[in-house]
């Protein structure tokens, strides 16, 4: 595995940025790591040349701890990546969590000058021109972009988002790198590849792309921002798309209480109870009945205003929920809330896939997880629990969550912790099954039936129609000769290969009884040659008789072993 791999990953053009990772993992303590995955060269040229050691603080860091550390230092895209590992309750446990979500996305200061000329090049005439103020001194720096805050010539206070320099091709780099390991691992562990570790970089790759465009952070803001329309209480900033792009974007300053002030809240008077309340309400909206949703809706992302409205700002992560994903999303929720196991289980069991698990002990699970916070008074559930609990479950029955839940499941405990942090007698659950309710009574809405009921009638016409053709083309491939049947019938390769390793033991063991008694024989026999004191032919046999009954003996324990 480890020179396949280090052929994989030796491509010229990422081969710097290879090195900057092994020396990165060297120094918080990775070094047999980094042997296993063939960077032995680079391996080799950072020891040589930075005489790191694994002594002092870094040899005392508990492992998230190490790994939190070494992320940070990979830079942006591994920021992003323990951003995302920090939403797979399901694959990692709480200290581990609690690690990655340390990890702000943050990054040092670019002075102004370094990114002046991108923004030029970006708005088409100098800043100056463009802005009656622009302060150079940004207010805030992350790994993808910098921000700074400006005033446009007809008064409107605008906060200015430019991409760091030269940040693209490292990130793609780093991106390729992902997918080969991902890979290989999922091609190596059997272990792994439950958690199918390709799609959940091919889904952080599609994440992280559209982050890099600072334009699709605009266009998520503003498709939010339509969604909400009903909602005067909730404000989403006005963007100024004269002047986005992927490398720029514009738009409006929002002037508030940032969300974890929230003894600014109290002063201002605010009413903490019902600014819980329309932030869930938006938050459940977005995700149970418009599949889109704000993926990172932490505090640090939130404004509070006047009038108890709430300010929605940052953009760049979002989520996406299918239809059908949104139905199975709203029948597992429904199940927990609702305590009805049968829904809960069936959900779970389309998300197994092909993995062979016991269902009925499953069911037993679920059952007795729902059965636990039976009578229990709806303030009184949390979300996060119940899904901390789910989360054990799956483990205990090696179930991961699809790769597209992840962001879905992080926001809505993300929802909750806040929404308590606002209102300790915050009832999540309560919230929730409104609009639960609404979506179940939803997909029977007559026009939404009679919708499924024509695409199903087409459907079945398309077939009838086409049915005539099919079997012309059918007979016409049996006339010629050309029709074939594929039947792939994995237990019956299976059967003949256990047939295969059956006879090939069998076969051994009549040689083996051969060369015993023609052995036997041949030592009766005085003439011939002789080696200490017997008959060389029938010693060789014995001897031959012993390697193979040995050899026989040991395939037989190794497949025992496998079965």
């Not at 409107?156 to 691992?185: M, T």
């Not at 002047?243 to 974007?249: A, D, I």
């Not at 199940?335 to 037993?364: C, P």
Request: charged letters at 25%.
């Amino acid at each position: 595995m480890s020179s396949a791999l280090w052929e994989t990953l030796s491509a010229a053009r990422d081969l710097g940025r290879l090195h900057d990772i092994a020396s990165v993992l060297i120094r918080y303590g990775f070094s047999d790591l980094v042997r296993r995955l063939g960077m032995a060269n680079a391996l080799e040229r950072a020891g040589k040349v930075l005489h790191w050691n694994e002594a002092g603080e870094l040899a005392r860091l508990t492992p998230p701890a190490r790994v939190r550390r070494a992320l940070e230092e990979m830079g942006p895209t591994f920021i992003k990546l323990s951003q995302i590992l920090a939403t797979r309750v399901d694959l990692f446990a709480p200290e581990w969590i609690a690690e990655f979500e340390k990890l702000q996305d943050r990054a040092p200061l670019v002075p102004f000058e370094q990114i002046r000329r991108q923004l030029q090049d970006e708005l088409g005439a100098a800043p100056e021109k463009i802005f009656a103020e622009l302060i150079t001194k940004p207010l805030a720096a992350a790994s993808i972009a910098q921000v700074h805050s400006a005033r446009l010539h007809n008064g409107d206070e605008v906060i200015v988002k430019v991409r760091r320099p030269g940040i693209k091709p490292v990130v793609e780099a780093d991106l390729r790198l992902l997918q080969r390991l991902a890979k290989i691992i999922e091609a190596e562990s059997k272990e792994m590849r439950r958690f199918k570790p390709r799609e959940v970089v091919r889904q952080f790759t599609l994440s992280l792309r559209r982050e890099l465009n600072l334009a699709t952070e605009c266009r998520n803001a503003e498709r939010i921002a339509r969604n909400l329309k009903n909602r005067p209480e909730i404000v989403i900033p006005k963007v100024y798309w004269e002047w986005t792009g992927e490398l720029v974007n514009v738009q409006e300053a929002i002037h508030g209480i940032p969300g974890r002030d929230l003894q600014g809240l109290d002063k201002a008077g605010l009413d903490r109870k019902l600014i819980a309340q329309r932030g869930a309400q938006a938050v459940l909206q977005m995700i149970l009945e418009d599949g889109f949703f704000h993926a990172d809706p932490h505090p640090g992302n939130l404004f509070y205003l006047t009038e108890n409205r709430i300010a929605f700002i940052d953009f760049g992560m979002v989520g996406h929920l299918s239809a059908h994903r949104r139905n199975q999303v709203v029948d597992l929720l429904h199940g927990l809330v609702e305590m009805d196991a049968d829904h809960a289980v069936e959900v779970l069991l389309d998300w197994t896939g092909e993995s062979k698990i016991n269902v009925e002990n499953l069911k037993l699970e679920i059952e007795s997880l729902v059965d636990q916070y039976h009578g229990v008074p709806l303030k009184e559930l949390n979300i996060s629990t119940m899904f901390a609990d789910m989360t054990i479950l799956l483990q205990d029955y090696h179930l991961a969550l699809p790769a597209d839940l992840t962001l879905l499941v992080k926001s809505l405990i993300s929802l909750e912790g806040m929404g308590r942090q606002l209102d300790p007698d915050f009832d999540m659950v309560t919230e929730a099954s409104h609009f639960l309710r609404r979506a179940l009574l939803a997909r029977y809405a007559p026009d939404l039936l009679i919708k499924r009921g024509w695409r199903a009638v087409a459907s079945g016409l398309d077939i009838l129609t086409g049915l005539p053709q099919d079997l012309r083309q059918l007979l016409r491939s049996a006339r010629r000769g050309k029709l074939q049947i594929h039947v792939d019938v994995t237990q019956l390769q299976s059967f003949g290969n256990q047939l295969d390793r059956a006879t090939s033991r069998l076969t051994m063991g009549v040689v083996i009884a051969a060369l015993i008694i023609g052995s036997s024989i041949v030592m009766t026999v005085d003439h011939g040659p002789i080696l200490l004191g017997l008959p060389i032919f029938g010693l060789l046999g014995f001897i031959s008789a012993a390697i193979g009954g040995v050899w026989l003996l040991i395939s037989i324990w190794r497949s025992g072993r496998n079965s």
